[in-house]
T-cell receptor, first 109, second 116 residues
């Protein structure tokens, strides 16, 4: 079965602390994975994709096929990072994204 | 172009009524996707179009749901005989697909449906 799991509904950290948002996937083929973010009162937008292997707003995510994970990390959280984060899988390159349940990141001052 | 737009933004209806939502994608985008999002969950894929052709429908899309994209531009999603379980946020997204290369999907603001 194709599935994305984000085990934490809420992650609360203080400004400057490291952040790791967990994502695990289930997919038999070669996965294509993404992180989407939704800031308050804004629409869902792409944060990063594993293929590009780039850092966006200080966030990085590494695909670990052995652990079937794609965790999102940032060494020093900022208050403006507070948002809902969704991990998503694109099976068979169709664009029919399978999303996890989402994790709310709350960065306290 | 201000991105993907959806209309209406909110819809309240009574059980049993029909509702129709509209999505206007980014103008040069040939793919259009519909997702549904219920409270506390991530978006779930419903259906997608490449130009005017509907390529796939999720099993989540019962016979009461129909989607069209008549000229390969805007799309409509109709729900007939609404049920309380249809209450959700309906999201539209569009992308510019080139062959097998996946390109970023841009999402609209969504239409929030409440069925009383």
């Amino acid at each position: 079965a194709q599935r994305v799991t984000q085990p934490e509904k809420l992650l609360s950290v203080f400004k400057g602390a490291p952040v790791e948002l967990k994502c695990n996937y289930s997919y038999s083929g070669s996965p294509e994975l993404f992180w989407y973010v939704q800031y308050s009162r804004q629409r869902l937008q792409l944060l990063l994709r594993h293929i590009s292997r780039e850092s966006i707003k200080g966030f990085t995510a590494d695909l670990n096929k052995g652990e079937t994970s794609f965790h999102l990390k940032k060494p020093f959280a900022q208050e403006e990072d507070s948002a809902m984060y969704y991990c998503a899988l694109n099976p068979s390159n169709t664009g029919k994204l399978i999303f996890g349940q989402g994790t709310t990141l709350q960065v306290k001052p | 172009d201000t991105g993907v737009s959806q209309d209406p933004r909110h819809k309240i209806t009574k059980r049993g009524q029909n509702v129709t939502f509209r999505c206007d994608p980014i103008s040069e985008h040939n793919r259009l996707y519909w997702y549904r999002q219920t409270l506390g969950q991530g978006p779930e894929f419903l259906t997608y179009f490449q130009n005017e052709a509907q390529l796939e429908k999720s099993r989540l899309l019962s016979d009461r749901f129909s989607a069209e994209r008549p000229k390969g531009s805007f799309s409509t999603l109709e729900i007939q005989r609404t049920e309380q379980g249809d209450s959700a946020m309906y999201l539209c997204a569009s992308s510019r697909a080139r062959g097998k290369v996946y390109n970023e999907q841009f999402f609209g603001p969504g239409t929030r449906l409440t069925v009383l």
